[in-house]
């Protein structure tokens, strides 16, 4: 296999290392995938309507059983039985995880070991596509950025399915999910792997793909289908930014691998339309995926499939493809601040949009949902202000506690779940009413999802503290120290957008940590409000989903130690900053006007003071007014009214997105195109030129004699009439064309 | 004297093809096959005068297989006409199917 | 070429056998007797093999008169004998007269795209000095400048047509055989 490299003349230092074995990597999880996929062919031939595997009966949370048996729906309910091959897919499924991750390990140490390296490691696998002016060759690239995210990926996969194992047990589909469950990492890892945009791109949509295979895995309910088309769908709008952000890279530079395009970039006028636009595009593409306004409103009803996958997929990987996407284009967005300005603006609104939505959730996976997307924007609003390392820091360090508090609530889901099952009830298991106390049948599960609510709050010394403060701290700084601050958002100053948005990231910091406290009282705390013979059967998860968590856990606590900032003088300061220079240095200077902004420790100080307040009046003003034994289960909870009824319904931006633009649609595709020009216009032509007169009119028809097609048929026998004289004709006529042709030339 | 050659080896051509669409007898037919030939003939012996004895030689050629498919075509007139009765060409459609 | 330096002796019986030839194919192609038509058809080669020997291809001239109307033609007018179709009334005429307004259209158009095509020009290289054959049948006799390309470069074509020859031969006794009884139903 070749290799190519932009600056350093001779072979790649990482070749004939175990970085060679860079293939190997996507290509475990694909053997997963087909090796869980053939599995579930086996039983894929003996379904029916009834098929199990993609049936949970009616309820609208579905959930895995457990060995108790029986349906949680009532008796009607087939008698549930795990898939004949489980024990081997829980093999496989985890088996590649965690052999991609050892692999992983093993490239990370060789780089480490290098010390420096200062150009990626590109492998070319073979010639893609040449066309015209375009080359692209299918190749893999290796540095720093791309390393982060493959250890993030393989390790917090691997512990997503090691969970899973316990958490989809007794599912019928059970290889079936953990094939597509490879099929994603795979994908994931091709995305991030890929040396140019294309090849991003596939990993783009093939996440895409297996997000949709995912979130409908229990597609019998209409519910969870109609929440994967629409995961789908919404994302193929952004997809549509992404491809003209494409062409016109290709246009504008004729390069669309990154070392090319980042060479190039240079001939782009700074500031300019051509890379603005380009900019823009790439951001909208990263709205659809990462869930940003106006494309977030698939991720909440993402919700709909198995906890592990929205962990996974709605939290620690597929959405953070975004962020990524911007970092890897880091050399074009820091030639584009008024493209960074808006990201930023767009990230911080989203951030405390979707906190204040949160505020009112009941189920406690729409909650972690929307603190997604909060998140999020927090990324977005490092990555846009030329903070790379601050926002794919969030990024890690979310992936940590964002899937600990997805399987940790899990856990919680599988406990009510099995408890309701025992009883027969339809309750809803995952609505936060219906829980309380949990921290006396739950208390592992309680523990660590402190220790992710406190990171995510932003409490030091947990994970979340380090990259929030260090995003909002650079937003703060970039505020007077950078090409945006220096630049104009549709006129508006851009030190004004940037100290705007640290204000909205405080407010949305606050809001985190009260409705994440929220979510902890109401689930964990004040009195259990699951039902008398229920709470027997409330008891902690098997230890093959509690081990992960408490892998997780550890992470959440020691996560943010990997940056430190350099006021706070313990520890490894700065190290992914140092990791992750090669990559986005010399972008965050140009971003940042050159040289990079300075603090001087006392406004570092003040800045960590203010996120810590920020944090512990946020947890603290949540556990003064929200009172847990005022709460009633959901079958009884009184409706809400006033500003907390907008909130609960989202402020109803689904259904302003029905109306405008969904409703439309369908309505001129029933209407005009379906009723005027199919039946109306088609189907008589049709029935005019095949209808024949012995045939039913269909009322309104005009009967003929199909006469265009007798004729035609007619026609056509006259030429085989067998006769000399017809053949004869025919062949002098043909002659007079041929000859024809030629006088004509 | 090329052009000339030429002329009249168009016209003949023109009246055997006429003939061939035209009539119905078949050893009429062939004849004007036959004459279509005889007018080729004017041709490379007219092109022969000018570019070299080539011409000469496939005029020989052409009548030796001229009389070869005359043969041949005359006997399965006859044998046709056995079976018929007839050489009226609108009426034979062996050829159907 | 042009006519000037060409005696008008040979000019004029150019022309004359040309519009002999003409003019008997034209009566050959709408004579209703089949008889007539051969003979007529006879007359058009006669004037053809003139047309030969004025094109200084003497032996093709002949070759034409002995094989073409005097073994072909023959054989036709012995078939025609043969199968007793000399009278008028048997077959009648052509096709009606649509056809044959459509079958002088289609002549027309043949006849103009076959004028568009002479005009095409065939490089001035290729053409062999004037009077190139005459003097070669002065000089070699008649046959030669004919025989010499015939057996050496065409010796294959020779060859090869001979065996098509063989298999005419073959084919017309097999398909004009009698086949017994069953022939005559």
């Avoid at chain 1, 929205?310 to 601040?337: D, E, W």
């Avoid at chain 1, 899937?403 to 309701?420: D, K, N, R, T, W």
């Avoid at chain 2, 009246?15 to 096959?33: D, P, S």
């Avoid at chain 3, 053409?127 to 294959?156: D, H, K, R, W």
């Amino acid at each position: 296999m070749l290799l190519q490299h932009a600056a350093t003349a001779g072979a790649h230092p990482l070749e004939g290392t175990v970085a060679s074995y860079l293939w190997l990597l996507p290509l475990l999880p694909l053997l997963g995938f087909v090796l869980n996929g053939l599995l579930s062919l086996t039983s894929a031939f003996h379904l029916g309507p009834d098929d199990p595997s993609a049936d949970h009966g009616t309820g609208s949370h579905p959930v895995a059983h457990d060995e108790t048996g029986g349906g949680a729906h009532g008796d009607d309910h087939h008698a549930v039985q795990r898939h004949r091959y489980a024990g081997l897919v829980s093999l496989i499924g985890p088996g590649v995880l965690i052999a991609a991750f050892g692999l992983a390990l093993a490239i990370f140490l060789a780089m480490r070991g290098l010390g420096e390296m200062h150009a990626p490691f590109v492998q070319r696998y073979f010639s893609w596509m040449t066309v015209g002016d375009l080359v692209l060759d299918a190749s893999f690239q290796l540095d720093q950025l791309s390393m982060v995210m493959v250890l993030i990926i393989t390790g917090v996969g691997a512990l997503i399915h090691l969970f899973s194992v316990g958490y989809m047990r007794d599912d019928p589909g059970y290889p079936r999910y953990f094939a597509y469950l490879n099929l994603f990492v795979f994908f994931m890892l091709v995305l991030v792997l890929g040396a140019n945009y294309p090849i991003l791109f596939i990993g783009w949509e093939g996440v895409g793909l297996c997000s949709y295979l995912l979130i409908g895995f229990w597609f019998s309910e209409k519910a969870n289908a109609d929440a994967g088309k629409k995961a789908f769908i919404v994302n193929r709008i952004g997809d549509f930014g992404f491809l003209i952000a494409m062409f016109m890279l290709f246009a504008n530079l004729g390069r669309l691998d990154f070392l090319g395009v980042n060479a190039t970039a240079g001939q782009l006028q700074f500031g300019g339309v051509v890379v603005t636009a380009i900019c823009l595009f790439i951001f909208l593409g990263c709205a659809g995926k990462s869930a940003q306004i106006p494309l977030y409103v698939w991720l909440p009803d993402a919700m709909a499939g198995p906890t592990p996958v929205s962990a996974l997929i709605h939290a620690a990987t597929m959405v953070t493809a975004g962020v990524y996407l911007i970092a890897r284009s880091n050399v074009l967005f820091s030639m584009a601040p008024a493209a960074g300005l808006t990201v930023v603006l767009i990230g911080g609104l989203t951030a405390v949009f979707a906190a204040s939505i949160g505020l009112k959730q009941w189920d406690i996976k729409k909650v972690l949902a929307y603190s997604t997307v909060s998140q999020l924007g927090y990324m977005f609003v490092g990555v846009g202000s030329g903070a790379y390392v601050a926002g794919v820091f969030h990024l890690m360090t979310h992936a940590f506690f964002k899937a600990l508090l997805f399987l940790g609530s899990g856990s919680v889901i599988y406990a009510m779940h099995a408890a309701y099952h025992a009883t027969h009830s339809h309750e809803d298991a995952q609505d936060m009413r219906n829980m309380g106390g949990m921290k006396k049948y739950m208390p592992v599960t309680w523990v660590l999802m402190w220790a992710a609510t406190l990171a995510i709050a932003g409490v030091p010394p947990f994970a979340g503290f380090f990259s929030k403060d260090e995003i909002l701290g650079s937003v703060f700084l970039r505020a007077s120290h950078s090409t945006l601050a220096d630049a104009h958002w549709l006129g508006i100053p851009g030190s004004y957008i940037l100290y705007l948005v640290y204000v909205i990231g405080l407010a949305a910091a606050f809001m985190t940590a009260v409705y994440m406290t929220r979510m902890m009282i109401y689930t964990f705390h004040g009195p259990n409000r699951t039902g008398e013979k229920e709470r027997e059967h409330l008891r902690e998860a098997p230890w093959i989903m509690t081990g992960p968590l408490v892998v997780l856990g550890v992470l959440s606590v020691i996560g943010g130690w990997f940056n430190i900032p350099a006021a706070l003088p313990v520890g490894p300061i700065g190290a992914l900053d140092r990791w992750l220079e090669p990559v986005v240095g010399e972008s965050a200077l140009r971003a940042a006007g050159g040289t990079l902004p300075e603090a001087t420790h006392s406004l570092e100080y003040s800045l960590i003071a203010v996120a810590i307040v920020i944090a512990l009046a946020g947890i603290g003003f949540a556990f003064a007014r929200l009172k847990p034994q005022r709460l009633l289960p959901k079958a009884q909870a009184p409706a809400e009214h006033g500003f907390g009824r907008v909130l609960e319904n989202k402020y109803y931006v689904d259904e302003a997105y029905d109306a405008a633009v969904v409703q439309p649609v369908v309505d001129v595709s029933r209407g005009l195109l379906w009723r005027g020009i199919d039946v109306g216009v088609i189907d008589r032509l049709t029935r005019l030129i095949v209808q024949s007169k012995d045939d039913d009119a269909a009322p309104g028809a005009v009967p003929m004699g199909g006469w265009v097609t007798r004729a035609v048929g007619y026609l056509g026998s006259q030429l085989q009439s067998g006769r000399v004289g017809t053949y004869a004709w025919v062949l002098v006529v043909g002659v007079l064309f041929v000859l024809g042709a030629f006088s004509f030339r | 004297m090329l052009a000339e050659s030429l002329f009249f080896s168009a016209v003949l051509f023109t009246i055997g093809v006429v003939g061939v669409l035209t009539r119905r007898n078949a050893i009429i037919v062939f004849m004007c096959v036959e004459l279509m030939l005889n007018a080729v003939n004017l041709t490379f012996v007219a092109f022969a005068r000018v570019y070299g004895v080539a011409g000469q030689v496939f005029v020989f050629f052409v009548m030796t297989v001229a009389a070869a498919e005359a043969a041949v075509g005359l006997a399965i007139i006859i044998a046709l006409f056995r079976h018929k009765q007839t050489v009226d060409l609108s009426n034979i459609n062996l050829l159907k199917g | 070429m042009s006519h000037g330096e060409l005696p008008l002796f040979y000019v004029f019986h150019f022309y004359l056998f040309g519009i002999i030839a003409i003019a008997s194919a034209l009566a050959f192609v709408t004579r209703k007797s089949p008889v007539a038509a051969v003979l007529w058809l006879v007359n058009t080669m006669f004037s053809l093999a003139a047309l030969y020997v004025l094109l200084d291809a003497q032996f093709i001239g002949v070759i034409q008169v002995l094989v073409y109307a005097g073994a072909i033609m023959v054989v036709f007018l012995f078939v025609i004998m043969l199968l007793n179709l000399g009278h008028v009334s048997e077959i009648a005429d052509a096709r009606g007269m649509g056809w044959k307004l459509a079958a002088g259209l289609v002549g027309l158009a043949l006849l103009a795209q076959v004028f568009a095509l002479t005009r095409a020009q065939v490089p001035e290289a290729l053409a062999l000095p004037y009077g190139t054959i005459a003097q070669q049948v002065a000089a070699q006799g008649v046959i030669a400048p004919l025989a010499g390309p015939l057996f050496n470069e065409y010796l294959l074509a020779f060859e090869v047509t001979s065996v098509l020859l063989l298999a005419a031969v073959v084919g017309a006794v097999v398909l004009g055989k009698r086949r017994g009884r069953a022939d005559a139903r």
